[in-house]
T-cell receptor, first 111, second 113 residues
Framework: QKEVEQDPGPLSVPEGAIVSLNCTYS??????FMWYRQYSRKGPELLMY????GNKEDGRFTAQVDKSSKYISLFIRDSQPSDSATYLC???????????FGAGTRLAVHP | DTAVSQTPKYLVTQMGNDKSIKCEQN?????MYWYKQDSKKFLKIMFS???????INETVPNRFSPKSPDKAHLNLHINSLELGDSAVYFC????????????FGDGTRLSIL
């Protein structure tokens, strides 16, 4: 069993939809949780960063962490075609800052 | 200005050759990383250096040797390339270790013929 599980999709939604992306994990030592967006032939770009449990909002993006369920989510409101990309969850226990990534979910937002 | 830059962007070479990939960051960060992304897009850490000291060394064949000449540069040398080494290699950097977010370059696409 992988330390971080993420449904690879693909996920196809119409423009304006609310998108929900999720990851589960098994290592209770993880404290730092990130979402990266990766466009084709580009490097991962940091979208959201949260510490421990709770919610964080930034514009159309909301990240949620539920440590008791070992479950994290990213919500995208009013999705746009420019949001079409692969979304990677990543987490770390701190220390040497070793990031463990999910497999990535491919999202397509169609006009 | 590109924050984390890698050269070359593409590398096509024959099995058995030796090749190097270079990475430079202009963010003033102390910590740099190498990741491998396979054909299924799965990103996995290989190495990390903090202030030129190797701090993460995952289970990677010893044909892979990282080198950090200074805090702003991290290179990856690969000996005796094999078909399974075909992947995208990403360099990343962070302000320090602990909880610092990591910033990635755009990758080097390595294809072994």
């Amino acid at each position: 069993q992988k330390e971080v599980e993420q449904d690879p999709g693909p996920l196809s939604v119409p423009e304006g939809a609310i998108v929900s992306l999720n990851c589960t994990y098994s290592n209770s030592a993880f404290q730092y949780f990130m979402w990266y967006r990766q466009y084709s032939r580009k490097g991962p770009e940091l979208l959201m960063y949260t510490y421990s449990s709770g919610n964080k909002e930034d514009g159309r993006f909301t990240a949620q962490v539920d440590k008791s369920s070992k479950y994290i989510s990213l919500f995208i409101r009013d999705s746009q075609p420019s949001d079409s990309a692969t979304y990677l969850c990543a987490m770390s226990a701190g220390g040497y800052n070793k990031l463990i990534f999910g497999a990535g979910t491919r999202l397509a937002v169609h006009p | 200005d590109t924050a984390v830059s890698q050269t070359p962007k593409y590398l096509v070479t024959q099995m058995g050759n030796d090749k190097s990939i270079k990475c430079e960051q202009n963010l003033g960060h102390d910590t740099m990383y190498w990741y491998k992304q396979d054909s299924k897009k799965f990103l996995k850490i290989m190495f990390s250096y903090n202030n030129k000291e190797l701090i993460i060394n995952e289970t990677v064949p010893n044909r892979f040797s990282p080198k950090s000449p200074d805090k702003a540069h991290l290179n990856l040398h690969i000996n005796s390339l094999e078909l399974g080494d075909s992947a995208v290699y990403f360099c990343a950097s962070s302000l320090g270790t602990g909880s610092q977010p990591q910033h990635f370059g755009d990758g080097t696409r390595l294809s072994i013929l």
